[in-house]
């Protein structure tokens, strides 16, 4: 039996984009620890890359320089390769910023190695189960079409592993996402960079992570805002006593009510959600409702 190295990153990954946001990409899992330090790199208007097996991550940026000097995602990947003396050990795909797609398996991966492309993204693993894996992503990332592209790498990354996923097991998985000024406040692209570095269930404890990301990195949508009536006020007051935000549910005012509401939110660094008096965010209280 081959003897697989340690060190290899035995991964399974897509890259992706959606040309109508000028979202670009990358969610993968692997038996190695830590993989979102190592296989994902991204940026906004430029593209992305997911570089893996015995990973040589100066294909991250010195892909991207190559994007940003107008060359397509093959003729980055070509040139990436072509001059890499390991290049047998290497995986990599790349997606350019208009939606061109290249991957590449070097002859001296483990099986099962491949890759599979299709409109705005491609997907490949190597040391996988089996060749169903990259198929399988590559379907969960086409029937969610219309959806964010976020909801997307996540759907296909699960689907890959009902597949079968990487057959040395589970370790990391990570979620990259980036957009112009898609960053917290906007000062940055990274609009979803989320990782579980070391988990028995990864792909399922990334999929909670992006949950709570959701919740406190994004805005309320308009549908979301309710009113705080009579019913809910006094829901809310319970909640805050056993918080500790408030001393005494049989006695309080508008004001301490929304000095307390006010400090739970910005004490759980909930800014972003915050709404004038009188209402809140229903997904926020939904959370302070189940918060242990």
């Not at 790498?153 to 689907?159: D, G, P, Q, R, V």
């Not at 990391?172 to 960079?193: H, I, T, W």
Request: with cysteine; aromatic share 8%.
């Amino acid at each position: 039996m081959t003897k697989i190295p340690n060190d290899l990153v035995a991964t399974f990954s897509i890259v992706g984009c959606d040309p109508e946001t000028g979202e670009l990409g990358i969610a993968v899992q692997s038996k190695f620890l830590g993989v979102g330090a190592v296989v994902p790199w991204a940026e906004a208007g430029v593209g992305a890359i997911a570089t893996q097996s015995m990973a040589n991550t100066a294909y991250g940026p010195e892909g991207l320089a190559l994007l940003k000097e107008g060359k397509s995602a093959q003729e980055a990947l070509d040139e990436l390769t072509s001059k890499d003396p390991d290049q047998a050990m290497r995986q990599a795909a790349i997606i350019d910023a208009n939606g061109g797609v290249a991957t590449f398996t070097g002859d001296g991966c483990y099986d099962w190695a491949g890759g599979k492309t299709g409109d705005n993204y491609s997907a490949q693993g190597n040391i996988l189960v089996s060749e169903e894996t990259v198929n399988a992503m590559g379907r969960g990332f086409e029937e969610k079409a219309g959806e964010p592209l976020v909801e997307r790498l996540l759907h296909a990354l699960k689907e890959g592993q009902h597949a079968g996923g990487d057959s040395r097991g589970k370790q990391s998985a990570a979620l990259f996402v980036v957009k112009e000024k898609g960053g917290y406040g906007g000062y940055n692209d990274r609009m979803v960079d989320v990782r579980v570095d070391d988990h028995v269930t990864p792909i399922k404890e990334l999929e909670r992570i992006f949950r709570l990301h959701q919740l406190y990195f994004t805005r309320t949508n308009e549908e979301d805002i309710v009113d705080i009536d009579d019913d809910l006020r006094e829901k809310i007051v319970r909640r805050l006593t056993q918080l500790n935000y408030l001393h005494d549910a049989t006695d309080v005012t508008d004001r301490t009510f929304y000095d307390a509401l006010a400090s739970y939110i910005h004490n759980e660094n909930f800014e972003e959600r915050e709404q004038p008096e009188g209402k809140i965010d229903y997904k926020l209280y939904q959370y302070l409702m189940l918060e242990k």
